[in-house]
């Protein structure tokens, strides 16, 4: 893993999923390596009840039913779309389903608008092509295709980015569990989905209206909602166990105080109060807000201390972090942003100390920069 600018789920929890699948004695559909209240708890985590003898960490924050779903859907012989705003742990969880029912999380499709039919079924190895012509060797299979004949499951990453045509290929894979190959002929010509096959797509919900799902392959889907964490208290916890993730990958050793967190995340929670609120889309941060933004606030000040500041993080770096990841827009995400400073953070900072007025002034100083 040391090796590993990031590590897929299946390796970066290996040992873990070892001992799962060691102890593991319910029911496994085909040829999935858990089984469904297995994957369960390797998702959110062990509780007493399991009579684990070693505690499973949680990895995913939130709903037991919609972990639930989802994990019941790969067991059916529709797809799974996982749908919700940004930032709310879409591909996360999709990552860690195939992970845990086939050890094999990598198999993915990107949706852009350059994505094609070719990225969905398969492509040709051109010079192969020339040389010995069009054979099942020359034959350049897409990860959805390679899930296929391993019997695993293929991924699909932000579907409605991809154009309807593109999008539609999947149809004759979720409904036939085929693709036809009409370059060769005999048994050559067809590839047929093994026992295990499932597909997991993600879409964005805040795309509705790019590229709108057909309602053909909408009845080839089930569709599980991902929303947006509103419990502080889950929240706070999501923060917690990325920080204690991000310092082990970045190898640092810094304090990262308590308060400066409930700083982070009382200002995320202000920020979305008054976007609820706006009048205009011009009045609302270009940013999200999500929990995984707040994540990257807090990884770029902690970068920040490590590199040029203190051997902890301070509430200057968190505030002058905040503007340079949320400040996108100019002039308009400035002006709310000082609003933001001047009319919350500086009364809150007179009223109750602490780290707000050193992060009132830092968020003011990193605006005037951008002025």
């Not at 990552?95 to 398969?122: F, M, P």
Request: aromatic share 6%; hydrophobic share 40%.
């Amino acid at each position: 893993m040391s090796d590993l600018l990031r590590a897929p789920a299946e390796i970066k929890y290996a040992d873990e999923l070892d001992y799962l699948e060691s102890v593991d004695t319910g029911p496994k559909p085909s040829t999935w390596r858990l089984s469904p209240k297995m994957i369960r708890t390797f998702v959110l985590g062990s509780e007493r009840s399991d009579g684990l003898d070693r505690v499973v960490e949680q990895k995913w924050f939130g709903e037991r039913g919609i972990v639930e779903r989802a994990v019941v859907t790969l067991a059916s012989d529709r797809g799974l779309l996982l749908i919700g705003d940004p930032g709310t742990g879409k591909s996360w969880l999709a990552e860690l389903l195939a992970a845990a029912v086939c050890r094999n999380s990598t198999q993915v499709v990107q949706g852009t608008a350059g994505t094609t039919e070719d990225h969905i079924k398969y492509s040709w190895n051109v010079a192969q092509v020339i040389a010995k012509g069009q054979s099942r060797e020359s034959l350049i299979p897409s990860p959805i295709m390679t899930a296929m004949e391993n019997g695993t499951i293929g991924r699909f990453e932000e579907l409605t980015r991809s154009t309807s045509d593109v999008q539609d290929a999947l149809i004759s894979i979720l409904s036939e569990k085929y693709v036809s190959v009409p370059e060769l002929r005999g048994p050559e010509g067809t590839v047929f989905a093994k026992p295990g096959f499932a597909v997991i797509a993600t879409a964005n919900s805040r795309d509705r209206g790019v590229n709108d799902l057909s309602s053909a392959l909408q009845r080839r889907f089930n569709f599980v909602r991902i929303p947006v964490v509103t419990n502080k208290a889950s929240e706070a916890e999501i923060v917690r166990f990325r920080t204690e993730e991000l310092l082990r990958r970045h190898q640092l050793d810094l304090d990262v105080p308590p308060t400066l967190l409930d700083v982070l995340l009382r200002s995320f929670g202000d920020l979305r109060d008054a976007a609820r609120q706006a009048a205009s889309e011009d009045e609302k941060l270009g940013s999200a807000l999500s929990t995984a933004e707040q994540i990257g606030v807090l990884e770029d000040a902690v970068l920040h201390s490590d590199f040029f500041g203190e051997r902890t993080l301070t509430a200057r770096s968190l505030g002058s972090s905040l503007v340079g990841s949320l400040a996108r827009r100019a002039p308009e995400d400035s002006a709310i942003l000082t609003k933001y400073f001047t009319g919350v953070v500086g009364p809150r900072g007179q009223q109750e100390g602490g780290d707000w007025p050193e992060f009132h002034q830092a968020g003011l100083d990193a605006l005037k920069a951008l002025a």
